[in-house]
C-alpha cells in the first residue's frame, strides 16, 4: 500500500511538473540544435562549394551552346532539368547532415506547443474554478439580503454595523429612536481596501483643490465607465484607469467588469462603482461633504473577466 501510495504522489508530482519539464526539454533540445548546425555546417561546406562549381559548369554549357558555331545542342529545357537535378542531389545530401539538428530542432518546438497547450489548460481550469466562485459568492450575498436584509449583508461583508440609538427630545420630553450605520474596521488600515484601489489626488493631471469639482468629474466618469460597459458588455480595469488619469498596471488589463443585459450576472454587481457610495469610510465621506479634496477609489471589478468575454 505504501509502494503505491508513493508512486501515485510521483505520478500526481509528474503531471503536474510536466509542463515545466517540457519548456526544460524544449530549451535544451534548442540550444542541441544550434550547436548540432553550427557543427554540421563544417561539413557542408565541401557540398556547397561542388554544388556552385557543379551549376557554374551546367551554366557555362549552356551558354557556350548558343553560339551558332557550337557544336553540341544543350536546350533550355534540358539545361533546366539538369540545375534541377544538380540541386535535388545537394539537398538531399545536405538533408543527411542536418537530420539529427532538424529532427532536434522539431522536438523542440513540439515540446514548446505542448507545454504551451498544458498551460493553457491549465488556466483554463482555473479561471472557470475562479468563475465559479465568484458567482458563489454574489449567490451567498443574495440570500443573506433576501433572508436577513442589506444590514446585515454590509455587517457580514464590509464590517457595517446597524445600530438603535435612543435619546430625549429636548423640546417634547419624548423618546427619539435613530439608526446608524457604524463601521467596525479601521479604515486606515490598507488591508481594508482592494488591490486595485487608487488615491485620486494632485499627482493625477484632472485634480484641482476644489473638491466639488472633483467629485463632479468622478461621478460623470462613472456614468461615462458604466455606458462604455453597457454597450460592448465588458470593461477592463486599465480602461477605467486611462479614463481617470491613473497609471496603467498588469493586473488591470486581466480584471474588470461584465455586462449582463437581463440583469441576471452570475460574475458581479452588472455596474461599475468607483467607491463614491462608500459613505461608511470616512474619506469618502469626507470627500463628498467637501472638506477634502482628494479621495482612495476603489473599483468593485468582477475579478477574471478573459474567460468570460463575449464572443
Same mark, same amino acid.
Given at each position: @500500500?505504501?509502494?503505491?501510495?508513493?508512486?501515485? *504522489?510521483?505520478?500526481? +508530482?509528474?503531471?503536474?511538473?510536466?509542463?515545466?519539464?517540457?519548456?526544460?526539454?524544449?530549451?535544451?533540445?534548442?540550444?542541441?540544435?544550434?550547436?548540432?548546425?553550427?557543427?554540421?555546417?563544417?561539413?557542408?561546406?565541401?557540398?556547397?562549394?561542388?554544388?556552385? /562549381? +557543379?551549376?557554374?559548369?551546367?551554366?557555362?554549357?549552356?551558354?557556350?551552346?548558343?553560339?551558332?558555331?557550337?557544336?553540341?545542342?544543350?536546350?533550355?529545357?534540358?539545361?533546366?532539368?539538369?540545375?534541377? /537535378?544538380?540541386?535535388?542531389?545537394?539537398?538531399?545530401?545536405?538533408?543527411?547532415?542536418?537530420?539529427?539538428?532538424?529532427?532536434? /530542432?522539431?522536438?523542440?518546438?513540439?515540446?514548446?506547443?505542448?507545454?504551451?497547450? @498544458? @498551460?493553457? /489548460?491549465?488556466?483554463?481550469?482555473?479561471?472557470?474554478?475562479?468563475?465559479?466562485?465568484?458567482?458563489?459568492?454574489?449567490?451567498?450575498?443574495? *440570500?443573506?439580503?433576501?433572508?436577513?436584509?442589506?444590514?446585515?449583508?454590509?455587517?457580514?461583508?464590509?464590517?457595517?454595523?446597524?445600530?438603535?440609538?435612543?435619546?430625549?427630545?429636548?423640546?417634547?420630553?419624548?423618546?427619539?429612536?435613530?439608526?446608524?450605520?457604524?463601521?467596525?474596521?479601521?479604515?486606515?488600515?490598507?488591508?481594508?481596501?482592494?488591490?486595485?484601489?487608487?488615491?485620486?489626488?494632485?499627482?493625477?493631471?484632472?485634480?484641482?483643490?476644489?473638491?466639488?469639482? +472633483?467629485?463632479?468629474?468622478?461621478?460623470?466618469?462613472?456614468?461615462?465607465?458604466?455606458?462604455?460597459?453597457?454597450?460592448?458588455?465588458?470593461?477592463?480595469?486599465?480602461?477605467?484607469?486611462? @479614463?481617470?488619469?491613473?497609471?496603467?498596471?498588469?493586473?488591470?488589463?486581466?480584471?474588470?467588469?461584465?455586462?449582463?443585459?437581463?440583469?441576471?450576472?452570475?460574475?458581479?454587481?452588472?455596474?461599475?462603482?468607483?467607491?463614491?457610495?462608500?459613505?461608511?469610510?470616512?474619506?469618502?465621506?469626507?470627500?463628498?461633504?467637501?472638506?477634502?479634496?482628494?479621495?482612495?477609489?476603489?473599483?468593485?471589478?468582477?475579478?477574471?473577466?478573459?474567460?468570460?468575454?463575449?464572443?
Amino acid at each position: @500500500m505504501g509502494i503505491k501510495s508513493a508512486f501515485n *504522489r510521483l505520478k500526481f +508530482n509528474l503531471k503536474q511538473a510536466t509542463p515545466d519539464i517540457l519548456v526544460a526539454a524544449g530549451v535544451a533540445a534548442s540550444v542541441a540544435a544550434a550547436v548540432g548546425f553550427c557543427r554540421q555546417s563544417r561539413k557542408a561546406i565541401p557540398f556547397i562549394d561542388k554544388y556552385r /562549381e +557543379n551549376i557554374e559548369k551546367i551554366r557555362c554549357a549552356h551558354e557556350d551552346a548558343k553560339d551558332p558555331d557550337s557544336a553540341v545542342s544543350y536546350d533550355d529545357k534540358t539545361y533546366r532539368k539538369d540545375v534541377i /537535378e544538380e540541386t535535388v542531389k545537394t539537398a538531399g545530401k545536405l538533408g543527411s547532415i542536418y537530420i539529427v539538428p532538424i529532427a532536434l /530542432e522539431a522536438v523542440s518546438i513540439g515540446c514548446f506547443i505542448g507545454s504551451h497547450g @498544458m @498551460m493553457k /489548460e491549465n488556466n483554463a481550469a482555473i479561471a472557470a474554478a475562479y468563475a465559479g466562485i465568484a458567482g458563489e459568492l454574489k449567490g451567498l450575498h443574495d *440570500r443573506i439580503i433576501e433572508r436577513y436584509g442589506e444590514a446585515v449583508d454590509a455587517e457580514l461583508t464590509h464590517g457595517i454595523e446597524v445600530v438603535e440609538e435612543k435619546s430625549i427630545d429636548p423640546d417634547t420630553g419624548s423618546e427619539i429612536t435613530e439608526y446608524k450605520a457604524v463601521s467596525k474596521r479601521d479604515w486606515n488600515d490598507p488591508n481594508y481596501y482592494s488591490p486595485y484601489a487608487r488615491y485620486y489626488d494632485e499627482t493625477v493631471s484632472r485634480w484641482t483643490d476644489m473638491p466639488e469639482h +472633483n467629485h463632479t468629474w468622478l461621478v460623470e466618469l462613472e456614468h461615462l465607465a458604466n455606458v462604455r460597459l453597457q454597450r460592448q458588455g465588458y470593461l477592463f480595469l486599465n480602461d477605467v484607469y486611462d @479614463m481617470i488619469g491613473f497609471e496603467r498596471s498588469e493586473a488591470g488589463q486581466v480584471v474588470g467588469w461584465t455586462y449582463s443585459r437581463s440583469g441576471n450576472n452570475p460574475y458581479g454587481d452588472n455596474r461599475v462603482s468607483f467607491g463614491l457610495d462608500r459613505v461608511d469610510r470616512p474619506g469618502v465621506r469626507d470627500f463628498i461633504n467637501e472638506r477634502t479634496p482628494y479621495v482612495l477609489l476603489d473599483f468593485n471589478v468582477d475579478g477574471k473577466i478573459l474567460n468570460v468575454l463575449p464572443r
